[in-house]
């Protein structure tokens, strides 16, 4: 799965998409995003992620109803599937190895 | 619940919704809308909308701005695929249509692929020389009494005043016009045409050697190049440098040797020679009238590419007017490329030429497509209301109007593309027809030129012929299409009756045109010239003809169908014209250029020519060379009365009038009669002249043949029709009448497929409406008047256009011509009549068996 390595802000945002479970949608992944990491998110940033994430099939998504909130407009939730799921298990195994194969010595002189 | 809140500003939302791709568009401008809020509620109503802003400005990256095309994602090749196999079917489904439209982009296509052919043909004559940016052929303005006559001919002892004090000048030639001579090898003579140059043609003029060095060709007196053909004929190989001919003329002939040998001459080449000798030679053993006031030569030069020609000319002309003492010509340069085409002057200055058929069959290609996209457009908009349905079912099920387009765009170029492979196929088989007819040496080369003018042409057609039923088909609205009851189509019936109308219009305009052209031919070709060109042959006097003239002359009076026979001078457009003649009363300013020709006994009476006072030059009066006979139109503009027994002055010495003759025209009709005289020099008469009696011509041209062999057995004998050099006068104007004659059958032709295509889709429509008709007890022949008057209003529409500005068009070709037709209105009333007859023609098949349909057929199923 070499080409489907995820870059820092993708793998960011497929969490935050994890964590909010059936309830994430653009504006929401927003506010968790700012509320847990904070850090300021533009929705021009997370939407073409979000697009990219599609794309490759890490991601899906689905239109909601409409609700009397936002002006009417659907919410479009999106969900981890389960080549997401495989892809944030490979970059979590990996960083743990390189956690691992860290000298104990090399972060003990701070 | 009371909306309070701010809203976030509509312009940017507008512009969002604008770029943004559709696909994620709405759940985007949810999001917006929600932080909008928020942060209105948190951070007050100007910062929310500044973040609002720029919130939409960083949502501008390629991930989301709507991508350019087929936003649904479809797979653009399925597409194309669907919508060819949907052409496909449409021209399975309207095979008359698919059939008219074939044929008639065909055949539109062929016509413009052969006009391409024929002018690129044109625009290249002359053009493959290296030089061509800087090559200029000298020409003189000869101003006389009736205006300026602008001629190629200039004094040959220009050229080395040329390139002595013309510094601008880097290279200049001089050589002659091309003429028929004979060449001898052993037992081998033939005739081609050849010319004299001096030793600068070949840095000149651009040709490839098959042997020998060019750059030294011509440089001794006894140099002759040959083209390979000729080196083939006279040598039968192609390797011959060294080897010794000799050329005959006349009085003289010369041992020759062969210094180089050149390629044959491009079919682009406006003058076709076969082999160059040295002027040098001619210059100086040949001509025996060197002198200034003679224009006995062709210069052509090179300019420095920074040399002003206008003062090149100045600096020309300045030296033949020191060398002649008087200004009486003036010199000017014109580009040597550009003299194929730009070939007429008038009162010195030019005035088109054969541009302006160039230009003609250009209009007339233009026209012909313009008639085959019309049948496209009415035949497609007809079938429109079929489609209708087909559209707005398309367009329900999500189809976009780009993606509509696009079919009606591919199914037009499809047909054009499917018309231009036949065509290319047709023109390919036609060619050799079409060289005989256009007499042209037309290749036809498939190269990219070619190929990019092929596929202009398909997009062209595919474009101009889609473009209605594209935009308006795709244009309707959905409502309208399938809601029953709903008119569509109100205007588009008067948009197609406008189109017929044009298409019918163009083709009456090329009918009518081409009419003209062929009655203006007609009458040049027949018009009686004052002499007889009928049957007359010539031939010319080489060899021992030269000595036993007179034997040769009496034998050949004895063939039982010879008329008449003589030695003459005359040549179809003159041999010589002068201005040296003196007569009593001549002013100062008086100019007048006369035709010289020269005779020998019973010369004129060959030709038939009438006289009116004195006699013809006869034996029986002794010494003839001191008489001079005039036609009407000199003595007319010399103005003498009683001019029997006057004398005039002849640069050769006075000379006694003792006769004058009928005017007749040596020239073409495109000139009016020149004043000409005729003087008794048969040592100088070119050629043997005789008159051939009607019937017998082949036979005794075989037995002139046989004494000929007996006279001259080394000479092949080579008969010229006067007829054939006459009609040779007209031949651009000819090829213009034979081709335009086709093309304007193509025309109506193809306007004729277009009506039947309308009519059969028309008599099907209405169907229904004749059925109910019949029933209703309306005759056969009601109906089909009442069909009929639909085309009939649109055809008379269209001829009423056409024929005044046909009128006008043709009296602007007559122009050209100093004798010619005055149109009559009966041709034109013809050639309407003819129009509406072919339209009714095009449509009775249709409109009978519409009318003669029985009701109950057609009211059957309902």
Known sequence: ?110 | MKETLPNPPRMLIRFFRWFCDPYCAEDIEGDLLERFDKRNNNNGKWSAKAHFALEILLLMRPGIIRPLFNNQKLNSLDMFKHNFILTIRNFRRYKNNFIINLLGLTTAISSVLFIWLWVNGELQTDQYHENRANLYQLRTNHPNNDGIRTEPGVPGLLLEEIQAHVPEVALAVACTDAHEFTLSQDKIAVKAPGKFASEEFFNIFTHKAVHGDLRSALSDKSDIVITAALAKRLFNTTDVIGKAMEWHFFQSSKQLVVSAVIEDLPPTTSEKFEFLMSWDYYHNDLIDFKGWGNYYGRIMVVTNPEANTTLVSEKIDQIVEEKQGRDAVDVFLANYGDQYLYNKYHNGVQSGGRIEQVNLFILVAIFILLIACINFINLSTAQAAYKTKEVGIKKTLGASRASLMSQYFIESTLLGLLSLIVAVLLVWTLLPQFNAISSKEVVFQPDYRLLLTGLALVLTVGIAAGSYPAFYLSGLRILSVLKPGVTLFKGNGIARKVLVVAQFAIAVILISGTLMVKRQMDYVQNSNLGYDRENVIYFEREGKLLQETAAFIAEMSNIPGVKAAATSGFMIGGANSTGGIGWEGKAEEDRIEFLETRCAQGSLEVLGVELLEGRLFSKDFGNESEHIIFNETAIREMGLTDPIGKTVRHYSGNKKIIGVVKDFNMKSLHTQISPAFFLFKPEQTLFVMAKIGKGTELATIKQIEEMYKSFNPDYPFQPNFLDQDYAALYQSESQVATLSSYFAALAILISCLGLFGLVTFTTQKRQKEIGIRKVLGSGVWKIIVLITMDFTKMVVLAIVIALPLSYLAGQRWLDNFAYRIQPEWWWFALVGLAALAMSWLTVSAQTLKAASINPAESLKDE
Request: avoid cysteine; proline fraction near 1%; glycine fraction near 10%.
């Open chain 1, 1 to 110: 799965m070499g080409k489907n390595q995820l870059g820092e802000f993708e793998e960011v945002v497929m969490l935050t998409v994890a964590i909010l479970y059936g309830e994430a949608y653009g504006f929401a992944i927003i506010e968790e995003m700012e509320k847990r990491l904070n850090r300021k998110v533009s929705i021009g940033a997370l939407q073409t992620v979000l697009r990219r994430l599609e794309q490759k099939g890490l991601l899906e998504s689905q239109l909601g109803e409409a609700t009397k909130v936002r002006g009417g407009k659907r919410k479009r939730f999106f969900m981890v599937t389960n080549m997401g799921r495989k892809v944030l298990e490979e970059a979590k195994e990996q960083r743990m190895q390189l956690w691992n194969a860290i000298p104990k010595i090399a972060f003990n002189d701070q």
